[in-house]
């Protein structure tokens, strides 16, 4: 079975400087997509970034990057130029490509404060 | 962009009472998922459904929980008799098919069951 492990609940930075935020995950699987989803205090659950296993470039979207290292099983997001509105809890998520039904498997979150 | 619709947004019920969660996922779509995500924790993988069946379901999901695409556009959770524990938000979720990987939520149906 695969798990998905968020080991920092909370973390905080100041505004217009960078964050990291770590995700590890097991599986035995060789191909599968990765994923961080944000959710603000409405609750909304917001894709903000995907990754495809069987791609060695890093994933970028504006200020949101990752590091994915295949080996380590290790998925870990960053936010450059925080802003006031990344405030939110953040999930890192596994899917694997194998299975038809898309199922996403979460981790517990990390509750990012972005401060003024 | 096409968004995926829950109604309602809030519904309080009372322990041992049947609920309906409504979903209307985007058109063109033809997987279906319902997650839950109890206050504070994680989101938690409830069921996925596909051509008129239930394609995969967790632990989670015992006989007090079924679902129904009764009419080609809404995608409803049943569950059949409440418990104080099944109070969470449960998101309802789609995406278009195989190949296509993003998955589009709702907003959520916060339950609170007293």
């Known amino acids: 079975a695969q798990t998905v492990t968020q080991s920092q609940p909370e973390m905080s930075v100041q505004e217009a400087e960078t964050v990291t935020l770590s995700c590890t995950y097991d599986?035995?699987?060789?191909?599968?997509?990765l994923f961080w989803y944000k959710q603000p205090p409405s609750r909304q659950m917001i894709l903000v970034i995907r990754?495809?296993?069987?791609?060695?470039q890093n994933a970028t979207e504006n200020r949101f990057s990752v590091n994915f290292q295949k080996a380590a099983k290790s998925f870990s997001l960053k936010i450059s130029d925080s802003q006031l509105g990344d405030t939110a809890m953040y999930f890192c998520?596994?899917?694997?490509?194998?299975?038809?039904?898309?199922?996403?498997?979460f981790g517990q979150g990390t509750t990012l404060q972005v401060k003024p | 962009e096409p968004e995926v619709t829950q109604t309602p947004s809030h519904q309080v019920t009372q322990m041992g009472q049947e609920v309906i969660l409504r979903c209307v996922p985007i058109?063109?779509?033809?997987?279906f998922y319902w997650y839950r995500q109890i206050l504070g924790q994680k989101v938690e993988f409830l069921v996925s459904?596909?051509?008129?069946?239930?394609?995969?379901k967790s632990e989670i999901f015992d006989d007090q929980f079924s679902v129904e695409r009764p009419d080609g556009s809404n995608f409803t959770l049943k569950i059949r008799s409440t418990k104080l524990e099944d109070s969470a938000m449960y998101f309802c979720?789609?995406?278009?098919?195989?190949?296509?990987?993003?998955?589009?939520f709702g907003s959520g149906t916060q339950l609170s069951v007293l």
């Open positions: 058109s063109n779509h033809l997987y």
């Open positions: 979720a789609s995406r278009t098919g195989t190949g296509n990987e993003k998955l589009f």
């Open positions: 998520a596994f899917m694997k490509v194998s299975s038809n039904t898309g199922k996403l498997i």
């Open positions: 459904f596909y051509n008129n069946e239930i394609s995969e």
């Open positions: 599986t035995s699987e060789s191909n599968y997509y």
């Open positions: 990754q495809e296993a069987y791609k060695q």
